[in-house]
């Protein structure tokens, strides 16, 4: 039997500080956003960010002006469905990491084989011992 990896304690720890410095910088009030009146307001980096997340999941139009005076330029962003879905899911209380995407998470199906694999190995250990 394999030993059991060992971790550097250090890692942790450091994680750890990271963490609290993330949670610290987002509680500062350093951005504007526009409040109900559409009036700038301070906020929160975490307020700022959130309100982007919003914008994003629902879409918005972007005008730009032209250089030469012309009419302004329209770019329509349309909603963003993994956005919604991660939005959804944080409303819900199941909080998915910034690491989470769905080319490294097992599907269902993938998973069912894989235990089914190990039950089958399982059993057959046990055949043979």
Known sequence: ????????????????????????????????????DGVDKMATKAEAMARNMWKIALGW????????????????????????????????????????DDSFRPSTAQKITEQGQRRIAQAGELANG
Do not use: C, W
Request: hydrophobic share 35%; aromatic share 6%.
């Open 61 to 100: 139009t972007e005008y730009a002006t032209a250089g030469d005076g012309g009419p302004p330029i329209e770019t329509v962003h349309p909603p963003d469905l993994k956005m919604m879905q991660l939005l959804y899911d944080r409303m819900e209380g199941r909080a998915q990491t910034a690491a989470e």
């Open 1 to 36: 039997m394999a030993a059991p990896k060992r971790r550097n304690p250090n890692s942790s720890s450091a994680g750890k500080m990271l963490s609290r410095y993330i949670r610290m910088i987002a509680e500062e009030e350093t951005e504007f956003v526009k409040d109900d």
